[in-house]
């Protein structure tokens, strides 16, 4: 550990805390069991709101009658698509393209469900367990219609989802850069494949919630939920019922955890404070993990079709690919960015100077599919490194020379690809060394020396062992903006407001560290303060590993001029010139002359103080606001290398090594990335070995409870080892890039390839992220290894 | 999530018990309640009577009588499991039991309601087929019968009680000397449910196999007893090369619908597999350690 | 629109919670978890899945840890509960706690109460478990922040094992 000790001299060089593993200041009142989640708020009068979902994957409603529930005692109100039509428009999706069709979601539905699980009919009763009683009083009547699952068959657009459309293809994605056909015509070698990924979730461990209440003193609405841009929430609220930003505050207190299930605004978050302003009173409606397994975005599902040119030098000359993503039911706030991000970004590291992409988002009869830590990235990543092994393979290559031979090299950077994501802009790589990461991780796992032989020693005792890498680039630090405040009181403590809200990423921690710095103080002198639109007026929210790099950016530079304005300030009182002051230690100091010198506090009091005004033009306080502006994307770079051994008379797959090498620029703090990436491994370990959430062919969600949707525990995860590199990236002046989502964006990938690898004497060929279970893996070895 | 409202009832004696069972049709027992709440909380189970039964006095005994180990009704997993008694007597019991579920589960959960709730893909179903288990069983006027375990499973999700009746023990046979114990599971990852589960226990003398015990759970709706490989191995040497010989024999009807979380074909595959490892972890207990 | 529902059959209870009595009247169905959150405001216990797989429940009753999803409150009758509001009364960290912080074994916080309450009982029981020991104790939780490695740095921390090493 290596925490700073404030120095004792005021002319001590101060240890820097970015860059140091400080412990983090958010885990002492978690620790004690005082974090307040939604579910923890017990507002006087609450009233509990629960939900009729569909049973049927597609139907049409032919009568809703709630009769029954509305007599019942003990309900309060009871809410259908008629009811609400005139006060509710379709919830917002912010990622279509100008060309995409709108097939929105309506806060109940309005008189056809597609998914199981859709809203239909909404209630409020006295108590939570009174309010999951009415739900049996409420009677719908469905007239069932054809329902498509399957993603070819969504394609072919036999069964529509909306008939007025005539398709299922609800956009079309475009990736075009030099000249494909030309390159392929060329090409000494073309190979193709289909790839399939499959669904799976984000599920973090706190379900969704929600409380709304008329404030009585403003009469305004507050909407406290568990999401991850509280900002952003308040503007779709404001869009869906037309009621001002002005009259709506939106608070997300402590969440838990995200991963992009709550990067969505959802029908709770309208039908909630529908009742409340009926009712006026508190409405609670919490998310059971039943129904959160319906109910929160779904994500992954993909199939992509790739050829791949290469030069019998092993060039690797063009990529033509086209994908598919099982959308669902209908746009969600962010539908079309996995297959935007699948296509942009499919080369990851390498060269290949010619690509197209076409990227199709589909409906389906399953519930809406959004982001997932990665979004698209994961699935391209597993796609390209499949690909380069099969390549390796083929031309008797080497695995981590071909893809060396490939890989951009810094001098290569900035790199404009030629391609674009949706919201986030164009794809120009900016700062790092892929081949050097390649190779450490490579040293690292041991694929160096003696590992063929050490392999095949193994099969010969019947122990099959694997080595899978997986090299990727990705896209983090997304804008546009980020805003900050940080203001000084007269005691010289700090307090910093950022509009990116936090659900487990440690802010507290890395804000205070950037701040603590720029201003030269302690870092218990800092508050950070975040999740409430009316504390923090302005903000974007936590997603797309953006925080560090934008949030805490614009964090450091509204403490930069906070000391600028600081020094001015010290000029005044101590009637120097300001070009004669130095910032040194949390205080002014006249160059030269040590002792004269003024603290953060002295100026915070001179600054506000009543009695004895600044001069004119001085603003009366010690406070700053920044708005930090992404000037593009900053990429961060991994490779992953997993060991893997597979039990060939049982279909078992054991991890038995990972090791990460990554770089995300400028790093605040090591423990807190290095923990980003275990939690994302384990999240990719999930969807590789495990987790699914499948379908029957005729639409019914297959898992219920996290019995069925099974996800790693301790006993299922390797050890995993870490190294850094860093390359800063010029975008912002603190060189930070995201961190949040590379582990779960490299492991299907590593994890894939090592299985195939290990199966590679079976003459496997490995094109599905899985969910590889014993069984599937035993289905793909001989009844008889020997 | 939260269960539909019922009536709680907590008697003392089993006689008072079997009055609040008889209440209703829909009452139900409920002893540790780690497979009966959760079904209760997404209402797939709505009894209108619930008769709690761990106060009833005598029923957590762990206790040796008559050559067989008696375990009570509310005896929990976690006391099962950390009893010398059990560990020494019936380590077949003790090795399956470490894989029911967690610390934080067993340390509430009955062994005997987990036999009762007789999930097809639990493990001690198996355990209790293999040991020839017998089950207390009080009928609703108030007489005992016992019930051997291969009359016990009749179905997933269903058992020999009467309705409005209670089982209060279960009883497995003391090991005999000279006897290993061993047990495997697949499962989708660590303390999962058993895809398949093997559960052998074998009792050898001067090198020869004098009773061989194996039954696996996971197959079909109730767990099934391999006797073609008990057969083969008893009387014939207790080897290595026997055990993979006689788990060779292993066979039983694979029901797909019964475990939604593997195909049937698995199953098939890796039974001579789990019924091989069960028996060779057995064996490994036999030999004289160095 | 304010009729009042059918009131339910209340059974009295009497229980100690964190080292205070707590004599209440409850409907049999209401669960443990919801009575020490809803009814007593100790809402550091957290539900996470409402049917015992994930932990983020478990509190201590009568020393043992147990998940509170499973439990109804009336069953409760007559024993002592910790939460972990309770594990640390005075307000400061345990070395269990504490052990979390040092190694960073949490990210969202969101199943870590129920982690705390599952180590602060082993311990209590067992102050030197065994690797085994402690993997099971832990694998009787999910968390989806962390990936684990870092929770079980902070057990061995707290158990007295050395923190850094593969496991097996």
């Known amino acids: ?137 409420i009677d719908v009547e469905y007239e069932p219609l054809p329902v498509v699952v399957d993603l070819d068959e969504a394609t072919a657009g036999t069964t529509l989802l909306y008939p007025e459309h005539g398709t299922n293809v609800m956009t079309t994605i475009a990736q075009d850069v030099g000249d494909v056909a030309a390159a392929f015509a060329a090409a000494d070698r073309v190979y193709e494949e289909t790839f399939t990924i499959h669904r799976y979730v984000p599920m973090p461990m706190e379900t969704r919630g929600v409380v709304a209440e008329v404030d009585p003193i403003t009469e305004r609405l507050t909407l406290t939920t ?37 990067c969505e605004f959802y029908c709770e978050e309208v039908l909630a404070p529908l009742f409340a302003l009926r009712l006026r009173r508190p409405v609670k409606w919490i998310e059971d993990r039943r129904t959160s397994m319906v109910a929160s975005s779904h994500a992954r599902e993909q199939k992509h079709t790739v050829r791949v040119a290469v030069q019998d030098d092993g060039t690797i000359t063009a990529v033509d690919a086209q994908s598919w993503t099982s959308n669902g039911a209908a746009y969600c706030t962010l539908a079309t960015t996995p297959a935007s991000i699948s296509s942009a970004m499919l080369r990851g590291p390498y060269r290949i100077p010619h690509y197209r992409a076409r990227a199709h988002c589909v409906v389906t009869n399953k519930t809406p599919l959004a982001v997932y830590r990665g979004a698209g990235h994961p699935q391209a990543v597993l796609v390209m490194e499949r690909m380069v092994d099969t390549i390796a393979a083929d031309l008797g290559r080497d695995r981590v020379e071909l893809r060396l031979q490939n890989m951009l090299t810094p001098a290569e950077l900035p790199s404009d690809r030629g391609t674009a994501i949706v919201l986030a802009g164009q794809v120009v790589y900016d700062t790092g060394d892929y081949g050097a990461c390649l190779e450490r991780a490579a040293e690292m796992i041991g694929l160096s020396g003696d590992w063929e032989a050490e392999q095949a020693a193994a099969r010969a005792e019947g122990r099959y062992l694997g080595i899978g890498l997986a090299s990727l680039v990705e896209e983090t630090s997304i804008g546009p903006y980020e805003s900050a405040v940080v203001r000084v009181d007269g005691a010289g403590k700090v307090t910093v407001l950022t509009g990116s809200s936090p659900h487990g990423q440690g802010h507290v921690t890395t804000f205070s560290q950037l701040v603590a710095d720029e201003l030269e103080i302690d870092i218990e002198d800092i508050t950070v303060l975040y999740g409430d639109t009316d504390v923090v007026a302005d903000g974007v929210g936590t997603f797309a590993s953006r925080s560090a790099a934008i949030g805490g950016a614009a964090a450091r530079k509204a403490a930069g001029v906070v000391k600028e304005k600081a020094l001015g300030v010290a000029a005044h009182v101590l009637e ?211 | 999530m939260k269960p539909a409202a019922f009536e709680y009832r907590r008697p003392t004696t089993i006689a008072a018990a079997l009055d609040d069972l008889a209440l209703d049709a829909g009452a139900r027992v409920l002893a540790g309640g780690q497979s009966l709440v959760p079904l209760l909380n997404l209402r797939l189970a709505t009894p209108s009577v619930l008769v709690d039964i761990n106060r009833v006095a005598g029923l957590d005994e762990i206790a040796e009588r008559d050559g067989r180990v008696h375990i009570g009704a509310t005896a929990r997993q976690a006391v099962v499991l950390s009893s010398d008694l059990v560990r020494t007597r019936v380590p077949l019991v003790a090795a399956a039991l470490a894989r029911v579920a967690h610390p934080q589960v067993r340390a509430r959960g009955t062994v005997v309601g987990n036999l009762c709730h007789h999930d097809p893909a639990s493990e ?92 696996v759970t996971g197959l079909g709706h109730r767990p099934l007893r391999m006797t073609a490989a008990e057969q083969s191995l008893t009387g014939g040497p207790s080897t290595a090369e026997a055990v993979r010989d006689a788990a060779r024999l292993a066979r039983g009807e694979v029901l797909a619908a019964v475990n939604t979380r593997s195909p049937a074909a698995y199953r098939s595959r890796v039974l001579p597999v789990v019924v091989c490892r069960a028996l060779t972890s057995a064996l490994a207990q036999l030999e004289p350690t160095p | 629109m304010t009729s009042a529902p059918p009131r339910p059959t209340l059974i009295p209870v009497s229980l100690t919670v964190n080292g205070l009595p707590v004599d209440a009247a409850v409907p049999g169905r209401l669960l443990l978890a919801d009575f020490l959150r809803d009814s007593l405001g100790l809402t550091g216990t957290h539900v996470g899945c409402g049917h015992g797989t994930c932990g983020s429940c478990t509190v201590l009753v009568d020393g ?7 439990q109804f409150a009336v069953q409760l009758d007559g024993c002592a509960i910790t939460t972990v509001e309770g594990v640390s009364p005075d307000g400061q960290l345990t070395p269990v706690q504490q ?33 085994e020991t402690i993997v099971d104790t832990l694998n009787g939780h999910l968390c989806r922040c962390t990936g684990y490695q870092n929770i079980l740095k902070a057990a061995r921390q707290a158990a007295g094992r050395p923190v850094e090493e593969a496991h097996g």
Not at chain 1, 252 to 259: K, L, Q, S, W
Request: charged share 15%; aromatic share 6%; net charge negative.
């Open chain 3, 64 to 70: 043992e840890a147990v998940r509170s999803c499973l």
């Open chain 1, 1 to 137: 550990m290596t925490v700073p000790e404030p120095t004792a001299g005021p002319t001590a060089a101060r240890p820097k805390y970015v860059g140091g593993a400080v412990k983090r200041r958010e885990d002492p009142r978690l620790l004690l069991g005082r974090g307040r989640y939604v579910a923890d708020i017990n507002l006087a009068g609450t009233v509990y709101m629960a939900i009729v979902r569909s049973p049927h994957a597609h139907a049409r409603i032919t009568s809703i009658d709630t009769s029954r529930a509305v007599a019942a005692a003990g309900v309060l109100a009871v809410l259908t698509w008629a009811d609400i039509k005139d006060e509710a428009g379709p919830l917002p999706c912010i990622d279509r393209y100008t060309d995409s069709l709108p097939v929105l979601q309506t806060a109940l539905a309005d008189g056809v469900v597609r998914y199981v699980g859709e809203p239909v009919v909404a209630l409020v009763a006295s108590t939570e367990y009174g309010a999951e009683d009415a739900l049996s009083l």
């Open chain 3, 99 to 131: 052990a979390f912080q040092d190694n960073h074994g949490m990210q969202c916080g969101y199943c870590t109460p129920g982690l705390v309450c599952s180590l602060t009982a082993l311990l209590a029981k067992d102050p030197s478990p065994t690797e």
């Open chain 1, 226 to 262: 568990s999401t991850q841009f509280p900002h952003l929430v308040r503007g779709f609220l404001s869009g869906v019922l037309g009621m001002p930003e002005s009259r709506i505050r939106v608070v997300a207190p402590d969440v838990g955890g995200g991963f992009g299930a709550k």
């Open chain 1, 576 to 786: 120097i010139d300001v070009a004669d002051l130095e910032w040194r230690n949390g205080a002014a100091h006249v160059r030269g002359v040590p002792a004269r010198a003024r603290t953060l506090g002295e100026l915070a009091s001179a600054a506000t103080a009543w009695n004895a005004p600044l001069p004119g033009g001085m603003e009366f306080n010690l406070e700053a606001t920044y708005q930090h502006q992404a000037g593009g994307i900053a990429f961060s770079h991994a490779t992953h290398a997993a060991k893997v051994g597979v039990d060939v008379e049982t279909g078992e797959v054991t991890v038995l090594d990972y090791v990460v090498v990554h770089d995300c620029g400028t790093v605040i703090n090591p423990t807190i990335v290095e923990g980003q990436v275990h939690g994302g491994v384990a999240q990719g370990l999930g969807g590789t070995f495990m987790e699914e959430l499948a379908y029957s062919p005729d639409g019914q969600p297959l898992p219920m409870t996290l019995q069925d949707y099974i996800m790693p525990t301790l006993g299922d995860m390797p050890w995993i080892r870490t190294d850094h590199m860093e390359s800063p990236t010029p975008l912002n002046p603190y060189g930070m890039k995201g961190a949040g989502e590379g582990g779960a964006t490299g492991a299907p990938g590593a994890l894939v390839n090592a299985l195939q690898d290990a199966l590679a004497p079976f003459g496997v060929n490995l094109t599905s992220d899985g969910p590889w279970t014993p069984d599937k893996v035993l289905a793909l070895i001989p009844e008889d290894p020997a």
């Open chain 2, 124 to 215: 001690m179903p198996a355990v209790a087929l293999a040991l020839d288990a017998e089950f207390a069983v009080v009928a609703p006027d108030g007489s005992p019968s016992s019930v051997p375990a291969a009359d016990f499973f009749l179905d997933s999700f269903a058992v020999a009680v009467p309705a409005g009746g209670l089982v209060t023990g279960v009883s497995f046979p003391v090991a005999p000397p000279g006897t290993g114990a061993g047990f495997y599971e697949i499962a989708r990852k660590a303390k999962d449910f058993a895809l398949i589960a093997a559960a052998a226990q074998l009792t050898v003398a001067a090198g020869t196999v004098t009773e061989a015990r194996v039954a």
